[in-house]
């Protein structure tokens, strides 16, 4: 019975970390659209480009793809199987990667704190579960963790090389890989290894990669920011939830530094570290923090707690466990977590292609001379429009120079001098920009083109607004029907959300409103409807939202 209550607790410790990674796609807004035409590009030319090549402004630049086998991979996958086998691959990644950092958590701990520690620590992943080259550094630092730290089998080593030359030419987080075979301190290893990272497109180059990309990034994306910035400017619930953790990574470190376990202390708190530097590195803490720190609680709870009494409760808090289990996963099962805190997912299978009508606009009306784009719509332009379009800027700051950021694609925006004399030497007749964008300088170019006549907006949607200088045209703002036609045909609060905002830039204050209430209706649980209710009436306070943004 016990034997049987332990195995059904993994599953169901496994079945949480499922439910996380089987949720719908909106990753075509972030990078996979330019993966799989970067994929494509590859296979039709057999070659792997070096330079930028989707932008008019910058396309000569020299530009080093780290993740191209990645890249083939989701192309030929997607070809062959349909655009949901990338889903499916994902949620493999992330669950088989949770399963090899339990397994090495069994090393060294005792199951009931392993599988406690890992469903306190998987809702952490959440942020970083989007289809990228990413999730094969999750499972391959898994893997890696396991073989070199948590088990006996000297002949596992042989796997190692194998595992970094794929991950050398999947991801620049290979690098973390590397430092895992620096800390085992095994010379031969070490040489064997940075030997096989050579067989690269890029050689050394490629290698020394990851230390210098900074080098040359003159645009600040969230995912790098530092933990604490990010606290300051945005509400991320995960932010807050790391934050809890800290206490106990604190006992950890303590109790590891005490049994002298000086190579598990080093690799937790390196880990522990990386988030707070970059927020991108959560789910390598995580994977890390799982065997270590599940060493650290068992062996304070052996030493503290005797034998009889822990078997005592050690059934009761199995089936605490797998209530939580069941708690936690419904959560996400019932779509409660996208729903409350605002994320464009759901439970299931899918992909969310919004900008795919107005990209089909930009075709079909073959609007005359370049486009201006923002960065945050760039990967999908590419994906949609290129080679008919190319890009003005697109979400790789590393493929353009850091002074075209810094002295062009920041100020022009803020300057409307500088903005009509880069319009003009580029010939850009076409406006393409996401009006989601949240950088202060996007708002002040929305703002400002929108009150200029010779811009008329001729497509416009709950993400995409199209703007042209053709006189042809007519400007849509004059079609009342359209425009209120926006708000009614809308049945998500999402997109009710972002209309409401747009909206509200272009003056429209009326239908705004009726945005916003609609999706109140639709919603009110959100946390965003929540903080914009409570500005108006603090009585409006809801305890979840609250609870995570306020402390």
């Not at 349909?82 to 199951?111: D, E, N, P």
């Not at 390598?284 to 005797?306: E, K, R």
């Not at 949609?384 to 022009?412: C, G, H, S, W």
């Not at 964008?437 to 170019?445: H, I, L, S, V, Y």
Request: aromatic share 18%; with cysteine.
């Amino acid at each position: 019975m016990e034997k049987a209550i332990k195995k059904y607790s993994v599953y169901f410790v496994l079945f949480f970390l499922f439910c996380i990674s089987f949720s719908t796609s909106s990753d075509f807004s972030q990078d996979l659209g330019r993966h799989l035409k970067l994929g494509e590009i590859i296979l039709q030319t057999r070659t792997i480009p070096h330079i930028n090549l989707f932008s008019y402004t910058n396309t000569i630049f020299p530009f080093i793809n780290h993740h191209w086998l990645a890249e083939v991979f989701y192309f030929l996958l997607k070809n062959i199987f349909g655009l949901f086998s990338l889903q499916i691959l994902k949620i493999g990644l992330v669950v088989f990667a949770g399963w090899v950092s339990i397994k090495s958590g069994l090393a060294k701990g005792s199951l009931l704190v392993v599988l406690l520690v890992s469903l306190f620590l998987f809702p952490l992943l959440l942020d970083r579960l989007d289809i990228r080259p990413e999730l094969f550094g999750f499972l391959f630092f898994s893997i890696l963790l396991y073989i070199l730290f948590f088990q006996e089998q000297k002949k596992l080593y042989y796997l190692v090389p194998f595992i970094l030359l794929l991950w050398v030419n999947i991801h620049i987080t290979f690098i973390f890989g590397i430092g895992l075979v620096i800390l085992k301190r095994k010379k031969i290893l070490l040489a064997l290894s940075f030997l096989v990272l050579l067989l690269n497109p890029h050689g050394l180059t490629g290698i020394l990669y990851p230390l210098n990309i900074w080098k040359n990034y003159g645009y600040t994306i969230a995912e790098n920011q530092n933990l604490f910035f990010l606290k300051s400017v945005m509400s991320n619930p995960l932010i807050q939830y790391f934050l809890l953790s800290i206490p106990f990574i604190f006992i950890a470190l303590f109790v590891l530094c005490a049994r002298k376990k000086y190579t598990l202390f080093i690799l937790l708190l390196i880990f522990f570290i990386l988030p707070f530097w970059q927020i991108r590195h959560m789910p390598f803490f995580v994977l890390a923090a799982i065997p270590t720190v599940s060493y650290a609680f068992s062996q304070v709870l052996f030493s503290t707690i005797t034998n009889s009494r822990f078997e005592q409760y050690r059934k009761i808090m199995y089936g605490v466990l797998i209530l939580l289990c069941i708690l936690f996963s419904s959560a996400f099962i019932l779509n409660t977590y996208y729903q409350v805190f605002d994320k464009n997912k759901s439970f299931g299978i899918g992909f969310d292609e919004s900008q795919k009508q107005a990209t089909d606009f930009v075709l079909k009306s073959k609007l005359k001379g370049n486009m201006f784009n923002n960065f945050d719509i760039g990967g999908y332009a590419i994906y949609r429009l290129f080679p008919t379009y190319k890009v003005f800027v697109d979400n790789r700051p590393e493929a353009y120079p850091a002074e075209f950021f810094q002295n062009i694609y920041i100020p022009m925006q803020e300057n409307r001098e500088l903005r009509e004399k880069i319009f003009k030497q580029y010939n850009i007749h076409t406006v393409f920009f996401s009006h989601t964008d949240m950088t202060p300088w996007g708002k002040t170019f929305l703002e400002q083109i929108l009150k200029e006549s010779q811009w008329k907006i001729v497509y416009l949607d709950d993400s995409i607004i199209i703007l042209t200088d053709e006189e042809t045209y007519s400007d849509v703002r004059s079609n009342d029907t359209y425009m209120m036609q926006l708000v009614s045909s809308q049945d998500n609060y999402l997109s009710l959300l972002r209309l409401s905002s747009v909206m509200s830039t272009m003056g429209r204050n009326d239908l705004s409103r009726q945005a916003f209430i609609k999706a109140q209706k639709i919603n009110p649980s959100s946390c965003t409807i929540q903080r914009a209710t409570y500005e108006i009436d603090p009585s409006n306070k809801s305890w979840v939202c609250s609870s995570f943004f306020s402390f």
